[in-house]
Nanobody
């Protein structure tokens, strides 16, 4: 089992910044990737950014150049630095860990609200 606890969401004006954190605990040795997803009202959950254990990253086109995902392996924590935020970034952001257990098992955090509004 893997437990994920997110923090750092909130209310910010357009153009502002926020940093999300996701602390992982439990059986972490099978994790093959960690990432952030988001879900806006009335929309499907979508990938925002993902990072591999060795630091390879990929991003949704909509956030490239504005968001940065990083990890601190010593703290078992993944971060999402979000700059130049736009109203369309408003969503609940979920931390994800993908573990290889013979099959791919997804673990999710509880979600943190990010609201971008003037």
């Amino acid at each position: 089992q893997v437990q994920l606890v997110e923090s750092g969401g909130g209310l910010v004006q357009p153009g502002g910044s926020l940093r999300l954190s996701c602390a992982a605990s439990g059986s972490l040795f099978n994790i093959v990737a960690m990432g952030w997803y988001r879900q806006a009202p009335g929309k499907e959950r979508e990938l925002v950014a993902r990072i591999s254990p060795v630091g390879s990253t990929n991003y949704a086109d909509s956030v490239k150049g504005r968001f940065t995902i990083s990890r601190d392996n010593a703290k078992n924590t993944v971060y999402l630095q979000m700059n130049s935020l736009k109203p369309e970034d408003t969503a609940v952001y979920y931390c994800n860990a993908a573990a290889l257990l013979g099959h791919l098992q997804d673990y999710w955090g509880q979600g943190t609200q990010v609201t971008v509004t003037s």
